[in-house]
């Protein structure tokens, strides 16, 4: 991905995307978040491939996402 290379994996056409995205912004950073922190991420990628579910979150969170939220926000709260 550095000095105009490309990747092929599955996240290639997210960070393009997200490249696409920086360029309307003047300055931009990123930060590491802990695997611990990112507990919402991982449930929703574990209910896409293993349960093949989709879903719309309008509003409420899914009900299978309550405690990975609560988790993710006791996890920040403390660092």
């Excluded at 290379?5 to 978040?33: K, N």
């Amino acid at each position: 991905m550095r000095q105009g290379g490309f990747t092929a994996t599955i996240s290639g056409p997210i960070y393009e995307q997200c490249e696409l995205m920086w360029l309307d912004f003047v300055s931009i950073s990123l930060e590491h978040c802990n695997r611990e922190a990112n507990g919402v991420a991982h449930e929703l990628a574990r209910v896409a491939l293993q349960e093949k579910l989709t879903c719309n979150w309008v509003d409420e969170p899914p009900r299978f996402l309550l405690g990975a939220l609560v988790n993710d926000v006791t996890v920040l709260q403390n660092q």
